[in-house]
Every structure is written in C-alpha cells, then in structure tokens.
C-alpha cells in the first residue's frame, strides 16, 4: 500500500506563492510517475501538472504553465510543487498522485494512488 500526504496549502493574496509538498509512505515510489490535481468547488477535478521518476519529463496544465514548477526528491519519495503568481483562479484543493507506471499522464483515471488534498485559496 501507498500512502500520500500532501502539505503545504494556505491562504494567500492575488501574486503570492505557495509551495506544495506530497510525502509518500508504504511501498516506494521511487519509480513511480506523480502528479498534482486540483478541485475547485463546484467543478470537476482537473489536471495540474505530473513528473516522472528523473524529473525528465514533465507535463503542465495550459493554465499554470510558467508559473508553477513540479520537482521531486526520489530519495525523501517526494514531489513539490512550486506556486508562483497565484490567482484567485487556482483557489481549489490540490491532490497529489501517483501511478505504477513510470511516464506521467494528463488523466486522474491512471493514477491509483490519491492523498487527501490540501487547501489553496487565493484572494484578490
């Protein structure tokens, strides 16, 4: 089994930063792609961003391109993910992911493993 935590959400203002971190437990994910999702109330959960084991390849959502950064610390089994210029856009819960396969994937539907998520509001 996997389990994930993810830490580091808050309130901030319109332009500030956040970074999110998601820890593993259990069984390694060291070869594991992960992933960031979010959820804003009343919409469907949406794809953020997602890495692979290197950190090689990494995949971002239109809407956060240029402005936030996923990483990981294979040996701390942990990804970050780096918030810069928030929006009051991006207020939802973030999730963190992660899938028995190595290459990282748009849809929340091939990731097996899900943390509980953690609060981001962004205020204007």
């Known amino acids: 089994q996997v389990q994930l935590v993810e830490s580091g959400g808050g309130a901030v203002q319109t332009g500030e930063s956040l970074r999110l971190s998601c820890t593993a437990s259990?069984?390694?994910?060291?070869?594991?792609?992960m992933a960031w999702f979010r959820q804003a109330p009343g919409k469907e959960r949406e794809f953020v961003s997602a890495?692979?084991?290197?950190?090689?390849?990494?995949l971002y959502a239109d809407s956060v391109k240029g402005r936030f950064t996923i990483s990981r610390d294979t040996a701390k089994d942990t990804v970050y993910l780096q918030m810069n210029s928030l929006e009051p856009e991006d207020t939802a819960v973030y999730y963190c992911?992660?899938?028995?396969?190595?290459?990282?994937?748009?849809?929340?539907?091939?990731?097996?493993?899900w943390g509980q998520g953690t609060q981001v509001t962004v205020s204007s």
């Open positions: 259990g069984r390694t994910l060291s070869s594991n792609a």
């Open positions: 890495i692979n084991r290197s950190g090689g390849i990494t």
């Open positions: 992911a992660a899938r028995s396969a190595n290459y990282p994937r748009q849809s929340g539907d091939d990731y097996a493993y």
